[in-house]
């Protein structure tokens, strides 16, 4: 006989929180024991439920309580749940403050709902899910910096070095034997290669002992 795994929705918006619960709630793998429009109201509601429900669907931009406030409130409660979160939001920070606060997934509002469905049964399979873009963030924020040595030429960096050296952009033209036009126009390149806006950035960069 198939078990179907409790599930809960909190979503504000009525036209999301409707297309969730009748996709979500008609698939066999759910039922759907709780659907509210904020945390405060799942919390209160909670006592009620046929059954404590094993998954969470939050969204993170609610009334109250934020998604990401209510997944330490919803632990709490409900030690064996797990929250995942879904919202418009792609940015790291929110990111990472959804897993610091226990979140097993994030996804998009943008996902699928077929997919939405995907991720949760990959909840109770283990797993982490996560949409494609929410991914590239994490796998860029591990990923080391490349030094300047390994992206720049060594004709910028002769021209960082002279910077390092405190010269004026007269001297560095003097120096490298170049227009201060073409030492400005190395220093835009230099700054889009390493993605600074100014010379303190450049110069942190840069610093002696950088890995």
């Known amino acids: 006989m198939h078990v179907s795994t409790p599930l809960a929705i909190i979503e504000d918006d009525p036209a999301i929180r409707q297309s969730y619960v009748t996709y979500l709630c008609a698939q066999p793998e759910f039922d759907c024991v709780l659907v509210a429009g904020s945390v405060e109201e799942f919390l209160e509601e909670l006592p009620s439920a046929r059954q404590p429900p094993r998954l969470v669907l939050s969204d993170i931009g ?53 997919d939405v469905k995907t991720a949760l049964l990959e909840v109770l399979d283990g797993g982490s899910p996560m949409s494609p873009a929410i991914a590239r963030h994490i796998v860029r ?71």
């Open 62 to 114: 609610l009334p109250g309580l934020t998604g990401i406030e209510g997944v330490g409130r919803i632990r709490r409660v409900l030690p064996k749940a797990e929250v995942v979160l879904i919202t418009v939001y792609a940015d790291p920070e929110r990111l990472f403050q959804a897993l610091c606060a226990g979140a097993v997934g994030y996804l998009l509002k943008s996902t699928m709902l077929r």
């Open 141 to 211: 924020h591990f990923q080391p910096a490349p030094s300047p040595s390994e992206i720049l030429t060594a004709r910028e960096l002769q021209l960082v070095q002279a910077i390092e050296e405190g010269l004026s952009y007269r001297l560095v033209a003097e120096r490298l034997g170049i227009s201060i036009n073409t030492v400005r126009t190395f220093i835009r390149r230099i700054y889009d290669k390493l993605q600074v806006n100014s010379k303190a950035e450049l110069l942190a960069r840069h610093r002696p002992g950088r890995t």
